[in-house]
């Protein structure tokens, strides 16, 4: 039961175009949502988060958006560049900040020149 | 920032062997500590909580005998793959929820190669 999801395996987006990211889940317990971005062989490295009281956060080049009804949230890069070149996780948790994430299953974004 | 310092790095071991991951909070004391896998391609699979001073919770599906799960102090944590076999070899990754930042903080993480 994949509560999380992450329906592109893959995006290749040109250098300086807008790059976004989706992400769909299942449990409505789920209120808080975390954008992490990961090499091989390294854990992740957290990016941007958003709370279910929100619909948008943004932070820099990046921007979360977060549609609770159609239980969506998005990431959204821009300009993107070519060291954005990584796979992308989002995660979910319920209520609670010792709380367990849930991953979805990734998508490997390629920025080319 | 938190940082959670995961070794070893890497780790070849022979099957019917013993190995032992260490995650310890540098920074902050974590009473928490989240033990995910990943095998290649996919996404990280929560396997464990541990919890500082009791036992730890396992996820469906994982055996607490094999992946044992120690969390003595409020700094370390530990993961051991017992008698492992080629089909445990995967990336293990610890994690701590957030302090006061946003996000939880991941170690590096350990690829464990059974042969």
């Known amino acids: 039961d994949q509560q999380v999801k992450q329906n592109s395996p893959s995006l290749s987006v040109q250098e300086g175009r807008i790059s976004i990211l989706n992400c769909d889940y299942t449990?409505?317990?789920?209120?808080?949502f975390l954008w992490y971005k990961k090499y091989p062989a390294e854990g992740p490295t957290f990016l941007i988060s958003?709370?279910?009281?929100?619909d948008k956060n943004e932070d820099g080049r990046f921007t979360v958006f977060l549609n609770k009804s159609a239980k969506h949230l998005s990431l959204h890069i821009v300009p993107s560049q070519p060291g954005d070149s990584a796979v992308y996780f989002c995660?979910?948790?319920?209520?609670?900040?010792?709380?367990?994430?849930?991953f979805g299953t990734g998508t490997r974004l390629q920025v080319t020149l | 920032g938190a940082v959670v310092s995961q070794h070893p790095s890497r780790v070849i071991c022979k099957s019917g062997t013993s190995v032992k991951i260490e995650c310890r909070s540098l920074?902050?004391?974590?009473?928490?500590m989240f033990w995910y896998r990943q095998f290649p391609k996919q996404s990280l699979m929560l396997m464990a909580t541990?919890?500082?001073?009791?036992?730890?919770?396992?996820e469906q599906g994982v055996e607490k005998d094999k992946f044992l799960i120690n969390h003595a102090s409020l700094t370390l944590s530990t993961l051991t793959v017992t008698s492992a076999h080629p089909e445990d070899s995967s990336f293990y990754i610890c994690?701590?929820?957030?302090?006061?930042?946003?996000?939880?903080?991941f170690g590096s993480g350990t690829r464990l190669t059974v042969v």
């Open positions: 994690s701590a929820p957030p302090g006061q930042g946003l996000g939880y903080t």
């Open positions: 449990n409505s317990m789920f209120d808080y």
């Open positions: 958003i709370s279910s009281i929100k």
């Open positions: 995660a979910a948790r319920p209520p609670g900040t010792a709380s367990k994430l849930t």
């Open positions: 920074d902050f004391q974590a009473t928490t």
């Open positions: 541990s919890n500082e001073g009791s036992k730890a919770t396992y």
